[in-house]
């Protein structure tokens, strides 16, 4: 464990390490302070940061405009509901298949799109994951259960202890959060997660330093759908019912908004993404129904006033401030 | 030895022959200078050579292998690297880094051992970190490892490309235009840099604009005009030769730079 | 075989709308090399603007002419939904017009997701429905097809608006100024042409169109909601693709292709895939030939 201490400590700084540790006991002690209604909305809190720590590999560390990023979401969500269902498979057996469910669907789909600029790749994931959610409506294999989708899903069970109340899945989203989040933390440092970076700064240079970069930006997808696909396996066992309608263009929105207000490629970035999208409208309840509202106008007032986010990575947070001090240099090209 | 040979090169655009039936051979351990008048073809001919663009006929052989139709980062791991001529540096990560994605081609570590860390994980990206260090020392940036790459004054910029072009243990390393926009003191730094770069056993296709710079670092140079080659010799020989004279008297533009 | 001419009538009348939108996507594009995701927002304001000024206003009541009454309305959505779009410019775009690819696209979107919860704010998140015989339910039968006078009026002022907009762009000095834009702006500027001015008349042009499509939808279906403009939107984007973005008449061609394509689609194949015809076209369109029908073969640059 030691290196990854010695790296976490470098993140965070000694002084901060305090901070962090009391937001791990906060973590732990949670659900024993609040209402199992805080517990719950603590639940999805935790749920919305797998989901933004799996876009923000995609659209983060490589760069990659996923604006569907609800389909592979979906894929999970409906994979242990469909195994669960129909073969009484266990649901938390169907975690790592929910997650490589996702991952081969966005190996599948991304493959002919990888190719895309910026803009175009948004628009094609959009375009897929509207034909899935159009897909799953429409029933296809009598396996999705058309609109109304599938319920019945059986409750996960962990060392012959069934999982069903608030509590039970807050200690299990956060667990898979805290692992998730140190992964990340380790993969940042990585060669994949430099190759990431490398191919998002500039592709036609990483090609040439003898980077794939259309193998590189596959798993980005590959990586970021798999955890996407954890999420909804998480999703599913929770509500034990699904619907289409849970997947469409606006939870991708959602999920991508969280990444870009807490600022691309940033881990902490995501938590406070997280944070306003899905604790923030429960503790003002007025401004529920203008939530959107308000988050569209902040996307818009983040690109002018502060594009690296609110809690920018330590990579956006250097590229900010030397720009600040406004040194001349070269262009970096376009392609 | 031949290192690289070019064989009966040809692309066309449209209906324009961009490069017409080019052929050379680079020797290991030599440089080599490419060099002719604006639009002679020389960046397509790079572009050909790094699997920008594909041949319509030809072949570029790198020892026994055929190069043609592989994909730029292939050939990459083939070993020939490149530096741009409009500088392409990573440039909102730190020069370490930059030099680091050189490395990139030559180690292994995937997503599994990223996560992980296993020992083997953890021993190469200290090796990653270390290499990189040394080909930063070879340039004389070491001291600005942890600056990010758009901060380097430009002349620094070029510098780095060429270290991090290094780091991919390139048999043959193609340098686009490396003195464009450099000072006299920055390219007199850059031949002796050149110097050392074939010392170490790297052999180096350069083009180039400053004629100064071509003609005292090169052991050969080949000559291009209107995509074709002219001729091909001893820089000595080059400066006596009349075609390559009357191509470049031909172009104005070019005089200023022609020192005989 | 009535089927057959019932379903293209009823995917050109779809089309044209389709080509209307798709023209704001084409021209944005053509400016300014950027999707404006907010457009679709446009497109929805132009058909709520026309209800308050249908229902909530009785305008029609002042007027005594239904017709003369409609084309009043349709200048004046035309006019507040070209003040949104100059705004949205002005305030969303302009700033980020250096800074690079990625933040002018995360601004349009979020500037759309505004624009849809402000829409659903103002007016509520329920549906909303046009009266009956704003439009005289007039029908004509030509060979078996009915055709309603509601229809002749889409078409009518589709292409009416559409050549109109073919003529100021080929044939005028504005038009001139507008394709110097799209080919490079410092040129443009070099030769004379208030480039900011354009990218504005670009962003009255668009959203003009877009609001009056709007309004037409709204007469047409009678009902409609403020997610709407979402589902329009990217399938006048996909018009906009497969005719070649930034390329004006490939705007109209892609639309009437993809509102027939629709209608067959939905009449032989199923309706509960129509919207995923679109959607694959789109798809296929992007991976095959991204110049799209009409495009111009750009050359590759490394």
């Known amino acids: 464990m030691k290196p990854l201490w010695h790296k976490l400590t470098e993140m965070i700084g000694r002084t901060q390490k305090v901070w962090y540790v009391a937001l791990l006991i906060l973590v732990l002690v949670f659900p024993g302070m609040t209402t199992s209604y805080w517990t719950d909305v603590a639940f999805f809190f935790g749920l919305y940061i797998l989901l933004g720590l799996s876009l923000n ?60 600029r910026g803009d175009y790749l948004a628009i094609v994931t959009i375009g897929f994951a509207e034909i899935v959610r159009i897909s799953l409506i429409n029933n296809i294999g009598g396996l999705t259960g058309g609109p109304n989708g599938l319920l019945g899903i059986s409750r996960p069970e962990l060392f012959g202890m ?9 200690y299990l989203v956060w667990f898979l959060v805290i692992m998730v989040i140190l992964a990340m933390v380790r993969l940042e440092d990585s060669r994949l997660g430099r190759a990431w970076n490398y191919v998002r700064e500039d592709e036609l240079a990483a090609e040439a330093m003898g980077i794939d970069a259309t193998r590189t930006k596959m798993l980005a997808f590959v990586v970021g759908s798999a955890l996407a696909g954890v999420a909804g396996n998480i999703y599913a066992a929770k509500m034990t019912m699904i619907a289409p309608e849970s997947f469409g263009f606006w939870e991708s929105v959602v999920i991508f908004s969280i990444v870009i207000l807490g600022g691309m490629g940033s881990i902490p970035g995501v938590v406070v993404g997280a944070f306003g999208m899905v604790v923030w409208p429960e503790i003002f309840r007025g401004f529920a129904e203008a939530r959107m509202l308000i988050f569209g106008a902040a996307m818009v007032l983040m690109m002018l006033f502060r594009p690296q986010g609110l ?5 956006a947070r250097r590229a900010m401030e030397s720009q600040k001090k406004s040194r001349p240099s070269a262009k970096a090209g376009t392609a | 030895m031949t290192l690289l040979q070019v064989r009966d090169l040809s692309k066309s655009f449209g209906g324009l022959r961009a490069v017409n039936d080019v052929s050379f051979e680079i020797n290991k351990g030599e440089i080599l200078g490419l060099i002719g008048p604006n639009g002679a073809g020389k960046t397509t001919v790079f572009n050909l050579i790094t699997g920008i663009y594909r041949p319509d006929t030809g072949q570029v052989m790198l020892a026994s292998d055929n190069l043609v139709g592989l994909r730029p980062n292939a050939i990459t791991k083939k070993g020939i690297a490149r530096t741009f001529q409009t500088l392409r540096l990573f440039p909102n990560m730190t020069v370490w880094e930059n030099v680091m994605a050189g490395r990139h081609v030559r180690t292994r570590a995937g997503f599994w051992l990223g996560v992980f860390k296993f020992k083997s994980e953890r021993e190469e990206e200290k090796h990653i970190r270390e290499t990189s260090i040394e080909y930063l020392k070879l340039v004389g940036l070491e001291h600005l490892k942890d600056e990010l790459a758009k901060s380097l004054p430009y002349g620094d910029q070029r510098k780095l490309e060429i270290a991090r072009a ?27 840099l050149m110097r050392k770069v074939r010392d170490m056993g790297v052999t180096i296709l350069l083009i180039e ?32 030769d009349s075609r390559v004279i009357e191509a470049y008297l031909g172009k104005e533009e070019e005089e200023s730079s022609w020192h005989f | 075989m009535e089927m057959f001419f019932g379903q293209i009538i009823n995917g050109i009348t779809i089309g044209s709308i389709y080509a209307l939108v798709a023209l704001g996507y084409t021209m944005v594009y053509g400016v300014l090399r950027m999707i404006n995701f907010a457009h679709g927002e446009l497109f929805t304001l132009g058909a709520y603007m026309a209800f308050t000024m249908i229902v909530s206003m009785n305008l029609a009541a002042y007027i005594p002419n239904a017709v003369v009454a409609l084309i009043v309305m349709a200048v004046m959505v035309a006019g507040l939904v070209a003040i ?53 339910s007039i029908t004509w039968e030509i060979g078996g ?32 100024a507008i394709r110097a834009c799209a080919l490079d702006h410092d040129t443009a500027r070099l030769m004379g042409i208030d480039v900011d001015k354009i990218i504005r008349l670009v962003f009255i042009i668009g959203p003009a169109l877009g609001g009056i499509a709007g ?44 509102g027939v394509a629709e209608s067959l689609g939905a009449g032989y194949i199923s309706n509960a895939w129509k919207d995923a015809i679109a959607f694959l076209i789109l798809i296929l369109i992007l991976i095959l030939r991204p110049t799209g029908l009409l495009g111009e073969r750009v050359a590759e640059k490394v």
């Open chain 1, 57 to 116: 590999i995609i659209v983060g560390y490589a760069g990659l405009f996923n604006l569907g990023h609800a389909a592979f979401y979906a894929v999970g969500a409906y994979t242990t509901a469909i195994l669960n269902t129909v073969l009484g498979i266990p649901v938390l057996y169907l975690l790592p298949i929910s997650a490589l469910a996702a991952a081969f669907f966005a190996y599948l789909i991304t493959k002919p799109i990888l190719h895309l």
């Open chain 3, 145 to 176: 097809v009915s055709i309603t006078l509601m229809r002749v009026l889409i078409l009518s002022t589709s292409l009416t608006l559409m050549i109109a907009l073919y003529v100021l762009i080929q044939r005028t000095q504005v038009g001139t």
């Open chain 3, 215 to 258: 309004m037409m939808v709204g007469l047409y279906y009678r009902q409609i909601g403020f997610t709407m403009g979402w589902h329009y939107g990217i399938k006048a984007f996909t018009a906009a693709i497969l005719g070649g973005i930034g390329n004006i008449p490939g705007a109209m061609v892609g639309g009437l292709i993809l």
């Open chain 1, 311 to 315: 809690w920018p990575s330590p990579r």
């Open chain 3, 84 to 136: 949104v779009g100059v705004l949205l410019e002005r305030i969303a775009y302009k700033p980020l017009r250096q800074s690079g690819r990625l933040a002018p696209v995360i601004s349009a979107l979020g500037a759309s997701i505004f624009l849809q919860n402000a829409i659903m704010l103002i007016w509520g998140a329920n549906y909303k429905v046009f009266p009956e015989g704003v439009v005289p």
């Open chain 2, 166 to 192: 290094l780091a991919t243990e390139p048999k043959l390393v193609i340098l686009d235009e490396p003195a464009g926009g450099l000072n006299d003191q920055e390219s007199w730094e850059l031949v002796e």
């Open chain 1, 162 to 170: 069934r999982l069903y109340t608030p509590t039970h899945f807050y």
């Open chain 2, 209 to 240: 604009h400053d004629m100064e710079v071509v003609m005292n670092i090169s052991d050969r140079i080949v000559v291009l005009d209107n995509g074709e080659k002219i001729a091909e010799g001893t820089p000595e020989a080059i400066q006596q």
